[in-house]
């Protein structure tokens, strides 16, 4: 229970800087979900019930805040926590693969919305996946390794990232 | 993967992802069309209108005190923006203005078929206060000779007394040693019109005297150029008697007042050519 009081104000400040400042500080649409990116450190490095709460709560708020479509983005974090879970369940240690892991993780969340959005009438922009989605996904996986390893600093919980 | 789908976690997100797309799938026709007309929407938007104001509140605020060059930035390049779209509003409203004037001229050279004539520009003025030489964008190269007649459809102008390859300077009709020969349109009574005539230091009109001491000159008469002398053709709009004074010699002079705006002169015709066979 204590473990997961400072995931909060974490999760909370993810959520902020996605919905409140990174919006206005992106640059030709890169951006990456720092929500999704803790959601996945947490799962990486502490236990997948963490992961998931995370990226439920998370990726709800941040749908509350900026997304039209409610849910879509706690679905897509929630797809992501679940993959990367796969993955950390099966190979006993991985510092570096953690890194590759998120980008497969993450990946899956952007097919995820892509999907959704093409289902919805959206049109293909296969510029806009080249030129927005996928350098944030890369951030996004980047972002996972400092993240496990100060998550790591504070936690012994999961084996995999040590 | 069969101990991971005996994980309750992970049950419990799979259902958790699938409302949560079904949701997702919700408020999207919602936005879009007339199943969204539901109860859900309606109570929606005041809360999705107020988070929105409190996102892009609350961004500003971090993004002034944290990034305040993006701003500056920004601020600079719409100064940058409204100035060049001065810039053009000014253009566009002189561009205006030179339609206009312009327009007046064809009119006018369109309304006199019997002349041809060379459209220029004022290039200089005389620092004079009285304006008495301004310089045209016109010259020999325009087939511009001495003494030819600058007109615009306001009146008579000047004579071209020195030209250029592609300028001529014109005496106006404020300088004090123009003569032009005139007539009174309704009694077709000649005379002759130069010189300022001041009263206070104001300029008030061009004399016009020599006229014949039976002439029959009232104030309000249409003063036109007689053709005499062969600089100025016949018939051009001059000014109009604004006082008539009886010199009891058998004589009459008046004060003729012009209409034209010598200080703000942008264009005049020069008259290159008259065809008497049409006129």
């Known amino acids: 229970m204590k473990r997961r009081l400072w995931l909060i104000p974490a999760a909370l400040l993810a959520v902020f800087l996605d919905a409140f400042i990174l919006p206005f500080l992106s640059q030709n649409g890169i951006r990456p979900l720092f929500t999704l990116s803790l959601a996945l450190a947490a799962t990486a490095v502490t236990k997948v019930q963490d992961g998931l709460l995370i990226a439920f709560f998370g990726g709800l708020l941040t749908d509350l805040f900026c997304n039209p479509y409610l849910g879509l983005s706690a679905a897509a974090y929630l797809v992501a926590v679940a993959i990367m879970y796969g993955f950390v369940r099966k190979a006993e240690k991985g510092r570096a693969l953690v890194i590759l892991f998120a980008a ?59 | 993967m069969r101990k991971l789908w005996k994980n309750r976690p992970m049950w419990i997100a799979l259902i958790a992802i699938v409302l949560l797309i079904v949701l997702a799938a919700f408020t999207a026709n919602g936005r879009n069309d007339a199943a ?14 107020f988070l929105h ?59 006199n078929p019997n002349m041809r004539f060379v459209t220029a520009s004022v290039i200089g003025r005389d620092s004079n206060p009285y304006i008495d030489t301004i310089t045209l964008n016109a010259g020999s190269r325009s087939g511009v000779t001495e003494k030819m007649a600058v007109i615009t459809a306001d009146g008579v102008v000047g004579r071209v007394s020195e030209v250029g390859p592609n300028w001529c300077r014109v005496k106006t009709m404020c300088d004090e040693k123009m003569r032009i020969s005139v007539m009174v349109q309704r009694t077709r009574d000649e005379g002759m019109l130069g010189g300022l005539y001041e009263e206070g230091g104001e300029i ?13 000159v009232r104030v309000g008469d249409v003063i036109r150029t007689s053709g005499i002398g062969g600089f100025f053709p ?46």
């Open chain 1, 104 to 162: 497969v993780a993450s990946l899956a969340a952007e097919a995820l919305i892509f999907i959704f959005s093409l289902a919805i009438g959206a049109r293909f922009d296969a510029m806009r996946l080249l030129k927005t989605t996928l350098p944030s996904l890369v951030l996004e996986s980047l972002a996972v390794f400092p993240l496990c390893a100060l998550f790591r600093s504070r936690e012994k919980g999961n084996s995999f990232f040590k």
């Open chain 2, 36 to 49: 969204g007309d539901g109860l859900f929407r309606n109570a929606a938007a005041p809360v999705s209108g």
């Open chain 2, 53 to 111: 104001t409190v996102q892009q509140e609350v961004g500003g605020f971090f993004v002034r005190v944290f990034a305040p060059s993006a701003l500056q930035e920004e601020n600079e390049r719409l100064r940058e923006t409204v100035l060049e779209q001065q810039m053009k509003l000014a253009l566009l409203d002189e561009t205006e203005k030179e339609n206009a004037r312009l327009s007046e001229l064809l009119n006018f050279a369109q309304a």
């Open chain 2, 204 to 216: 008030l009109g061009t004399l016009l005297y020599y006229l014949p001491g039976k002439a029959d």
């Open chain 2, 234 to 279: 016949k018939g051009l709009y001059v000014g109009t008697v604004i006082a008539v004074n009886d010199g009891g010699k058998g004589t009459h002079d008046a004060i003729v007042s012009m209409d034209i705006d010598f200080l703000h002169l942008e264009d005049a015709l020069i008259v290159v050519g008259v065809d008497e066979a049409i006129g």
